[in-house]
């Protein structure tokens, strides 16, 4: 009986062995699995931002649309200009740390087709202003006609307008650094060395926002040296 009974106890024992090396081999084995359990890197590229090539940069360019419609449309005829829009996306600029590429060679047609290009009305209001981008600044971002302007409506998306920049009703002054305090302030991550406010004259004309090629907001002296160096700029109204 005694001999059973330590027989009996020393196969509880060992099953009970066996089992924790199972438990344990078992975790190991899944910690060293790839992405088990881990953390993407902070500021990592969303997987649905198609990555250019060719350049260093992009510029996000938006224009208010009041400054060019009073120069250009003061009737109001354009689609830009009869809606009382206020900023609107002028282009996405690929961009090198000194200077910038310009109309470059692609296999990609020079047209872009209305049925692509009307996706995109919503933020830069005019086929022909589309078309324009497309040749003079999309053929340089290595990218597709599509994958470009998805890329432009991204960045666009991930801009927070403050505010001050939201009403067309009427005109005022507004100080530049006060606008840059405005984006820096509703877009975290953000510094004044990440944008320029321009200027013709005394109107504003743009403000341009500088991304890396996966979208994150980042400095660029050289875009920043072109700003507007009044200390106050004046927002007509939409006419």
């Known amino acids: 009986m005694l001999l059973a009974s330590l027989i009996s106890a020393s196969k509880r024992l060992l099953s009970a062995f066996l089992a924790l090396l199972a ?64 900023l609107i996306v002028h282009g996405l600029w690929p961009q090198n740390e000194h200077g910038y590429p310009q109309f470059c060679p692609t296999r990609q047609s020079d047209r872009v087709p209305e049925s692509l290009g009307r996706q995109y009305l919503d933020i830069v209001p005019s086929m022909g202003l589309i078309g324009h981008q497309w040749r003079k600044h999309g053929t340089c971002s290595g990218l597709t006609q599509s994958d470009y302007f998805a890329v432009t409506r991204a960045a666009r998306e991930r801009l927070a307008l403050p505010a001050e920049l939201a009403s067309t009703g009427e005109s005022r002054d507004l100080s530049v650094a006060s606008i840059e305090t405005a984006f820096a302030a509703k877009n975290p991550g953000m510094t ?48």
């Open 23 to 86: 438990i344990t081999g078992c975790s190991d084995e899944g910690d060293e699995k790839p992405g088990f359990g881990t953390v993407a890197p902070a500021g990592a590229a969303s997987a649905s931002v198609p990555i250019g090539k060719g350049f260093d940069f992009y510029v996000l360019s938006l224009s208010w649309s009041p400054t060019w419609c009073r120069a250009n449309d003061p009737k109001g005829r354009s689609e830009q200009c009869e809606r009382g829009r206020g």
């Open 192 to 239: 004044k060395e990440m944008i320029a406010v321009t200027c013709e004259g005394r109107l504003i004309e743009e403000i341009r926002i500088c991304f890396d090629k996966e979208l994150r907001f980042r400095a660029c002296p050289e875009i920043d040296r072109r700003a507007c160096r009044r200390d106050a700029v004046l927002l007509p109204a939409a006419p």
